[in-house]
C-alpha cells in the first residue's frame, strides 16, 4: 500500500500526468477504518439512492479527471451498486521538436490503397533514438519520440508477419533490457529492419549521418470489459457473488458486480513546421556544384499498422500501450504548441 501511494504521488507531481483515485459507496458497507483511512484525502464520495444522479456525477468526476478525454465512467450505478472504485490516469505533452505534415503512399501494407495518406515526417542527425531489436517472432523497429514535459513515446514497427501482442511484448522487453537492439547509429547499410532503409546518398557538402522519420497522426478509443477476462484480471472469486468478498475492506460482505476500462490516445505532430532542407545545394543562375561527399541516411517509414508506448522516462513505467490499426485522416493548424522548437537542443530527437 506504501509503494502504491509513493508512485501515485510521484506520477502526481508530472506536469505531463494526471492521476486520481476514487471510491464511491453507500454507507451501508461499513469500511474498517484500518483500510478506509490509508485512502488519499478527498477520495471517498456517496452514492445516493438516485441512479441517474450517482451516474452523472461519477461521468463528471471522469471528465474532469482526464482533462475532458474519457466522457463516461466505463461502469454504470445501479440500483443494487454498493461500491464503485476508480482510477483516472490522464497524459500530455509536447514533442522537442514538431513533426512537418506531409503526404505519404504506401507501397506495401494494409494502406497501400492507392491513395495519399495524412502523415508526418521530421529529421534528425540523433541517431540512437532508433534502434532495431531481433526477437522470435521477427525484427522489430522501435522510435523514441521525446516529449518536453518528460512523458517519451516508442513506436514500434514488426514484420508484417507478426501479431500485435508480439511487436508489443517486444517493445516491453527492449524498455525492461531484456531485449538486446542495434541502435540507428551502428546499422547496416540495405534494409535491415521492418520500415527501414539505410544508404549513402551524394552531396556537395560534408554532412553528418540523418534519420528521417515518416509516420502518421493516429487517435486510439477503446472500451475493455474486464470481467470478460476474468482468469487474466484474477477477477473469478470477487466475481462470486453467492459469497462475500474482501473482509479486510468492510465489515458488510462485497462482490464484484462489473469491472470495465476506457481508453482513449491521440499523437498529433503538434502542428507545422517548415523545413530547411529543401533549399539545400540550390544557388540560382549557377550551375550546380558536383557531389563530392557521400553521407549516411536513415529512412524509417511507420506507414502500415503498428505499436505504441507511452513511458514515463524517470520511472520507465508504461502507462500507456496500443495498436494503430488506421492512422486519423486530420489537418494540424498553424501555431500549435512546439512549433518553436530550437533545433540545436541535444535532446532533439
Known amino acids: 500500500a506504501r509503494a502504491a501511494r509513493e508512485l501515485m504521488a510521484v506520477l502526481d507531481a508530472e506536469p505531463a500526468l494526471g492521476f486520481a483515485l476514487g471510491l464511491w459507496s453507500r454507507r451501508t458497507p461499513g469500511f474498517r477504518p484500518e483500510w478506509s483511512n490509508r485512502l488519499p484525502a478527498g477520495t471517498h464520495g456517496v452514492l445516493t439512492d438516485d441512479p441517474v444522479a450517482d451516474s452523472a456525477a461519477l461521468d463528471a468526476w471522469a471528465r474532469e479527471r482526464t482533462r475532458g478525454l474519457i466522457d463516461r465512467m466505463p461502469v454504470p450505478v445501479r440500483e443494487g451498486t454498493e461500491m464503485v472504485l476508480a482510477t483516472a490516469l490522464a497524459m500530455a505533452t509536447e514533442w522537442y521538436r514538431p513533426f512537418q505534415a506531409c503526404d505519404a503512399l504506401p507501397d506495401s501494407g494494409p494502406w497501400r490503397r492507392g491513395e495519399c495518406l495524412t502523415a508526418l515526417r521530421r529529421s534528425s542527425t540523433v541517431l540512437d533514438r532508433l534502434d532495431l531489436a531481433d526477437t522470435p517472432h521477427g525484427a522489430v523497429t522501435g522510435l523514441t519520440v521525446m516529449g518536453r514535459q518528460g512523458l517519451d513515446v516508442r513506436l514500434l514497427l514488426g514484420e508484417e508477419s507478426m501479431r500485435p501482442a508480439h511487436v508489443l511484448r517486444a517493445g516491453l522487453e527492449v524498455l525492461e533490457r531484456r531485449r ?35 509516420t502518421v497522426p493516429f487517435t486510439v478509443e477503446a472500451h475493455h470489459d474486464l470481467t470478460r477476462h476474468r482468469e487474466l484480471f484474477g477477477l473469478t ?54 557531389p563530392r561527399y557521400r553521407v549516411t541516411e536513415i529512412e524509417a517509414r511507420f ?32 501555431g500549435s504548441p512546439g512549433a518553436a522548437a530550437d533545433d540545436r537542443d541535444d535532446r532533439d530527437d
Open 180 to 214: 538486446p537492439v542495434v541502435r540507428g547509429g551502428r546499422l547496416p547499410l540495405g534494409e535491415p529492419g521492418p520500415g527501414l532503409e539505410v544508404s549513402r546518398e551524394p552531396s556537395v557538402v560534408p554532412a553528418p549521418p540523418t534519420l528521417h522519420v515518416l
Open 237 to 290: 472469486t470477487l466475481l462470486d457473488t453467492g459469497q462475500g468478498h474482501l473482509p479486510g475492506v468492510a465489515e458488510r460482505p462485497l462482490a464484484l458486480g462489473a469491472a470495465a476500462q476506457s481508453a482513449t490516445a491521440t499523437f498529433t505532430g503538434q502542428g507545422f513546421r517548415a523545413a530547411a532542407v529543401t533549399a539545400v545545394g540550390m544557388v540560382g543562375g549557377c550551375a550546380p556544384d558536383r
Open 303 to 334: 506507414d502500415r499498422p503498428f505499436g505504441f508506448l507511452a513511458v514515463h522516462r524517470r520511472s520507465g513505467l508504461v502507462l500507456a500501450a496500443g495498436w494503430v490499426a488506421e492512422p486519423s485522416h486530420q489537418e494540424f493548424p498553424a
